[in-house]
């Protein structure tokens, strides 16, 4: 179960323990006092602390503009937090550059809303491009494409072009594309943001099937009805803090 740290108040609390202390091996993402502030001195998020467990399914809610998308950069170094730890896998995002960067976001699957997919390429070439990248040969990309395909149900569109495909058919091209490199850690921003409700739950289905397998799986969204339908814990941010929420 993913924990905000807060005080007696129910204010975020920041965790003061040093950095150099042992990671938490349960843990797969640790946040500890992280607030970012833009050049325009606009705070996107304010003392946020949280702390997400290997194999938990969690919600980020909040309204548009809220901070969410900030909170996943930070995750996958994007963006660097102004104060306050950040904590992926082990590893600090805010410290690392280049191929060390470059490996930490390979245990990472990152669902965009708006697809991401190229448009002269084939689902199977949109799903395999991410191993060619990463230097897999020929014969593991080929073992590796139909799992993938498979879990969401796309063996049959292999060789569609995504103009072929409806908006849900290249969220799911998406989804296997995020998942086919088998990472710990999959975030999804707003993936059902472009849908409508029956291929938005088809989303959400996918992603708690891939949670089922071990996969540690965060999405942001504003729809309080796949929340509700979905029963899995949730946080939100709002005015730049973050909190648990009941629904």
Request: hydrophobic fraction near 35%; charged fraction near 25%.
């Amino acid at each position: 179960m993913p924990q905000v740290l807060t005080d007696s108040s129910g204010n975020a609390q920041r965790d003061r323990r040093s950095s150099s202390q042992p990671p938490n091996q349960d843990s797969i993402i640790q946040l500890k006092g992280v607030s970012k502030t833009y050049r325009n001195g606009s705070q996107a998020l304010i003392d946020v602390s949280l702390e997400v467990k290997r194999g938990d399914f969690l919600f980020v809610t909040g309204p548009s503009g809220s901070g969410k998308s900030t909170f996943l950069k930070l995750l996958y170094g994007e963006e660097c937090a102004s104060e306050g730890e950040v904590r992926v896998d082990n590893d600090f995002p805010a410290t690392l550059r280049g191929d060390r960067l470059s490996l930490l976001r390979r245990r990472i699957g990152i669902v965009f809303q708006d697809y991401k997919l190229i448009s002269r390429r084939t689902v199977t070439e949109n799903v395999s491009f991410v191993l060619w990248a990463q230097g897999y040969t020929r014969k593991e990309i080929n073992r590796r494409l139909p799992p993938a395909l498979k879990m969401v149900g796309l063996q049959h569109k292999a060789e569609c072009f995504p103009e072929e495909l409806s908006g849900g058919e290249q969220q799911r091209v998406s989804i296997a594309r995020a998942i086919v490199g088998t990472p710990p850690l999959l975030l999804a921003d707003e993936p059902t943001g472009n849908l409508d409700p029956d291929n938005s739950w088809q989303v959400i289905k996918i992603l708690k099937k891939l949670n089922q397998i071990g996969i540690t799986v965060i999405v942001t969204t504003h729809d309080e009805s796949l929340i509700r339908l979905s029963n899995h814990p949730v946080v939100q941010i709002k005015n730049g803090r973050l909190s648990s929420v009941n629904y």
